[in-house]
């Protein structure tokens, strides 16, 4: 359950994120800050209920890098942002990094 709650709460902050970019450097608040607040704001409920269970390393790390990689890909589809390879290697980095945690630490209670 804490996984999932943890991934609930990357996607609120990456909805947030992308909301804050929708606001136009704060100059169309509404809706868009009311939406970045409210994600914000559940995004980080939810991500101290994980740290009851998981270790705060290890959730910051995946919560991070996760958020990373979704919001370059909302960047992408939803903003038409291009990548270059450098900057696609590196999160790439950043999400093999994840995938390391996830699949071969014994810090990560399964």
């Known amino acids: 359950m804490p ?3 943890l991934f609930v709460a990357i996607t609120a902050e990456v909805t947030a994120t ?7 450097g704060f100059k169309k ?3 868009w800050a009311v ?4 994600c914000y704001s ?3 409920y939810l991500l101290s209920l994980t740290l009851d269970t998981l270790p705060v390393g290890i959730v910051y790390a995946i919560w991070s ?3 990373v990689a979704l919001i370059t890909v909302v960047g992408h589809f939803a903003f038409k942002q291009v990548m270059d390879r450098p900057a ?6 950043i999400v093999a990094g994840v995938l390391v945690l996830q699949l071969f630490s014994a810090s990560v209670p399964r």
């Open 3 to 5: 996984w999932l709650i």
């Open 18 to 24: 992308a909301a804050m970019k929708l606001t136009d």
């Open 29 to 31: 608040l509404w809706p």
């Open 35 to 38: 939406v970045m607040v409210a």
């Open 42 to 44: 559940l995004a980080l």
């Open 65 to 67: 890098g996760s958020g």
């Open 88 to 93: 696609l290697l590196g999160i790439g980095l």
